[in-house]
């Protein structure tokens, strides 16, 4: 009747059976709650006991064994300082740096007793011949000259420890310590050297706390060999360790580590590094000692661990009705997220802490796809600029092969008998190359600076080299524009600095040259100044000024994005790819500064940037200019700036000077003057020297009494140079000029100036000097590219007077070099068959031909490139097209290094 009116209550759905389980499934609930309630705290205590145990314990041991490495090191250190010490005591004996025999045999034969470690003490000259050791035998017979400890040591200038090895006549292990042996003069005479006895070392080393646990030492070199070992020396001492493992070893000095040993035995291991001997002192526990420990206690927490086991598997029971259902379903969403990452969305219709959980998943899943996007576009992105870099670079080798034919053969029909009209069609034809050039070569820069390529080179060079170098490069820009190109420096000698020349003459080089395109008349002028920051920097601040068009405001705000001009019009007027602005600002932000512009139209435009340049180490500082104080000076030019920047220039030099602006008011300052003689040197403008009135004067007050007369020219003006008796001067002083050569010109030092810069085919100066090293010589040339032979071969014969061999590919030069001698060799790179690189390995390799300079010429620019060439043996590199100046300047650098 119970049954029956409790079924009636429940009602036609719901059985007896069902209800008698949905009470027990009841009372189960609450016995697994009481049970979670009592058992958990209790879990946790042993848990937390258990491992506070476990932790003590091991790190008794880690202390243990971190001590044990230490005093490993701190024996072997003492241990190898003693033998240093008896090692300098050898050496500093007279009888030895004698290399007396008898001598050095008696000093040498009681150290063996004094020092149970020493097997041998010996003294070896430096051919490998014994001269005298401790041990009794015919020291005349015996060489180690085949020896790996007497061939390390003699490349070595302080103590070498050598590898063990077994003695040829007691088999007992050993190893050697060497260290130079000098006479009273400081030059190496020979080697002193010490065999230690390596078991005898060993138990000078050895613990017996790790021996009890299992574990011992090891001693390992730097590159990989096992030094010393307890236990097991014999076995092991010698043996190579696994790559992995010697890693492993170096990463891990000053932490734990669990190598697997060469016996087999895993043991927990320690490592100090001793650099200064090329060793690791290694010690190691085996590890069973600590497994013994943790299985007892994992005995006594057995208990507790199947009561863990209970719990949680009652605790699944009973979460399981409520907790099953979502997450099946957050489950099945994770897999269809697997299988199609596009189309998988969680059900947030789900209540409490899922439906959080499956809105953060759909959350995430959003993110991921969007994140994936992303990584794609870069991945497009970074391709097609790997692919633009590849392009450009293969471009660029094609592109100059043939233009070092255009430009060389055009230097070298320069040279030749030409009308004024010819002369003029090739001065065009190599202006135009220089120009394609000069572009080829800024989206080179300009590619590998957007790709993070870049990489600026840091030496020691000189400030003044560079200013004379922009000259050449842009001196005759402006003379052909009749423009006044200045430098307004201070009379301080530049120091020696340490960063990139190359790039700062590139930023140079790109601001002056656009001064000088962009204006048609006035001046262009580079203001240096320098600010010491302390004794190990210098911050200099570059100035560029001109009186050219200018810009506008709005102008102004572009002028620095890449293939982009100020006006549409400009590039038709002037020309320009809009390239080199956008380089130099970037080159100068990677050097560390800022490039910054200011302009207005029809007023100029000035830019300006600032770099800090680390001062070179143990560099010569230049002498101060001096010997001119006193000096009276007449300055006549009839540019106000000239004039000012000769006035500050004199003055710091200590000279009193007066500055006019015409020979009009020289003329009437000369008459009031007490004598012509009331001035030392006179310095004119040339185009004043030219007028009658000039000459005038000089007639009604020359004589050998008058001062010396120096003309100012503009770079390049070889029209003055030879007018100069004519127009009664004594020197010039081309624009723009250096304090340097402004006090040698007021000293009367230099009857000519030293770089006029090339023009229609003609060399500087200094590539002249060159001529005179080069010519005679004797060169081979392996170029495959007939023009490239035409060029490089006529103008090393015609312009240098070099007996010049040509060798069409690889084989061929190592044939002609096995038969005739050369001075010098100057190697293409991509020639078929064998490359310009595996040619020089090949020279290297031969040891009658390791000292011939090897010079590369080569259409690849990129600094990678000048790597390669140095490391595959190459002594300098030229880039194709190449300056003759270059190539000759460049030839002559390595003869004179050869001969010297």
């Not at 103590?159 to 060497?178: C, D, E, I, M, S």
Request: hydrophobic share 45%; proline share 4%; with cysteine.
């Amino acid at each position: 009747m119970l049954l029956k009116s409790i079924r009636q209550l429940l009602g036609p759905g719901l059985s007896t059976e069902s209800f008698a389980a949905y009470r027990g499934r009841q009372f189960f609930k609450r016995q697994l709650l009481a049970s979670l309630l009592v058992l958990a705290p209790l879990l946790v205590l042993h848990s937390l006991w258990f491992y506070e145990r476990d932790q003590q314990r091991r790190d008794a041991e880690v202390r243990l064994l971190e001590e044990g490495a230490k005093q490993l090191a701190e024996k072997t250190r003492f241990t190898i300082e003693r033998l240093d010490q008896l090692l300098r005591f050898v050496g500093q004996r007279e009888e030895v740096r004698r290399m007396d025999v008898e001598g050095c045999q008696t000093l040498l034969r009681g150290l063996p007793k004094i020092i149970p470690l020493v097997a041998n003490v010996g003294v070896v000259d430096l051919d490998g011949g014994l001269v005298c050791m401790s041990h009794e035998g015919d020291a005349a017979k015996t060489r180690f000259a085949d020896r790996p400890w007497f061939q390390e040591g003699l490349r070595v200038d302080g103590l070498h420890v050598g590898k063990p090895y077994a003695g040829v006549v007691t088999q007992r292990l050993q190893f050697n310590l060497v260290r130079p042996l000098r006479d009273g003069a400081g030059r190496r005479i020979g080697l002193v050297t010490v065999a230690v006895d390596l078991r005898q070392f060993n138990e000078q080393v050895r613990s017996q706390a790790l021996a009890e646990r299992g574990g011992g030492i090891v001693l390992v070199t730097e590159d990989g060999y096992i030094f010393n070992r307890s236990p097991g020396l014999e076995d092991f001492v010698g043996q190579q360790v696994r790559a992995d493992a010697l890693q492993l070893a170096k990463q891990s000095v000053g932490k734990i580590f669990y190598p697997r040993s060469l016996d087999g035995e895993p043991r927990m291991t320690a490592v100090v590094h001793l650099p200064e001997y090329k060793l690791y002192a290694i010690t190691g526990i085996a590890t069973r000692y600590l497994e013994e420990v943790r299985r007892q206690a994992a005995l006594s927490g057995g208990v507790t661990v199947l009561m863990a086991m209970l719990l949680a598997a009652m605790t699944a029971l009973y979460a399981a009705r409520w907790l099953t259902r979502p997450l099946m379903s957050l489950t099945q969403s994770v897999r269809a997220y697997a299988a199609d990452p596009t189309a998988a969305l969680a059900d947030e219709s789900l209540t409490g802490e899922f439906g959080e959980l499956a809105r953060e998943f759909n959350r995430m899943v959003d993110a991921r796809a969007k994140a994936a996007q992303a990584r794609e576009a870069q991945a497009l992105a970074e391709a097609a600029n790997e692919a633009k870099s590849r392009f450009l670079a293969n471009i660029s080798h094609e592109v100059r092969t043939p233009m070092n034919a255009v430009l060389g053969l055009t230097q070298l029909t320069l040279r030749t008998e030409l009308d004024e009209q010819q002369r003029n069609y090739l001065n065009k034809t190599r202006e135009a190359a220089e120009t394609l050039l000069s572009l080829l070569d800024q989206l080179l820069d300009l590619s590998r600076i957007e790709a993070g390529k870049f990489q600026l080179e840091q030496r020691s060079f000189r400030l003044d080299e560079v200013l004379d170098r922009l000259v050449l490069m842009v001196g005759q820009q402006a003379h052909d524009k009749q423009l006044t190109l200045l430098y307004e420096l201070s009379c301080e000698p530049l120091p020696a600095v340490v960063g990139d020349p190359l790039r700062l003459l590139q930023v140079l080089v790109n601001l002056c040259g656009n001064a000088i395109k962009f204006t048609d008349q006035g001046i262009v002028q580079l203001k240096l100044e320098r600010v010491p920051v302390g004794s190990e920097a210098l911050q200099l601040r570059f100035r560029i000024t001109d009186t050219g068009i200018g810009m506008s405001e709005q102008e102004l705000q572009r002028v620095f994005e890449p293939f982009v001009q100020a006006d549409v019009s400009i590039t038709r007027r002037y020309g320009g790819s809009g390239l080199g602005l956008a380089i130099s600002r970037q080159l100068v932000e990677l050097m560390g500064g800022q490039l910054s512009a200011r302009s207005a139209r029809g007023q100029g435009s000035e830019f300006t940037f600032s770099l800090r340049l680390p001062l070179a180490e143990r560099a010569v500082p230049p002498p101060p200019l001096a010997g001119l104080a006193g000096l009276r000076v007449l300055v006549v030019d009839p540019n106000a700036r000239v004039r000012a920047i000769l006035a500050t220039q004199l003055e710091e030099l200590g000279c009193r000077s007066i500055t006019l602006s015409d020979v009009d008011t020289a003329w009437r300052v000369w008459q009031h003057s007490a004598a012509v003689a009331s001035f030392d040197v006179i310095l004119i403008d040339v185009a004043l020297a030219r007028q009658p009135a000039w000459s005038q004067l000089l007639r009604a007050h020359g004589g050998e009494s008058r001062p010396r007369i120096v003309a100012l020219t503009r770079h390049g003006d070889e029209e003055a140079l030879q007018q100069l008796r004519q127009l009664g001067l004594d020197a010039c002083l081309p624009k723009p000029w250096r304090p340097a050569s402004l006090a040698a010109q007021l000293q009367g030092r230099c009857e000519r100036p030293g770089a006029i810069g090339p023009g229609d085919g003609q060399l500087s100066q200094a590539a002249q000097d060159c001529l005179a090293q080069l010519r005679g010589r004797r060169l081979l040339l392996v170029e495959d590219n007939d023009f490239n032979q035409l060029v490089a071969g006529d103008l090393l014969r015609e312009m240098a007077g070099m007996e010049v061999s040509i060798a069409g590919n690889g084989e061929d030069a190592l044939q002609q070099l096995a038969e005739q001698v050369f001075d010098i060799v100057l190697m293409d790179i991509q020639m078929p068959g064998m490359d310009g690189y595996e040619v020089t390995r090949r020279i290297r390799s031969n040891p009658d031909l390791r000292g011939l300079p090897v010079i590369a010429m080569t259409a690849h620019a990129s600094h990678r490139d000048r790597e390669l060439t140095l490391l595959a043996g190459m002594n300098d590199h030229v880039t194709k097209p190449f300056e003759p100046e270059t190539l000759l300047c460049t030839l002559a650098h390595w003869l004179q290094i050869q001969r010297s």
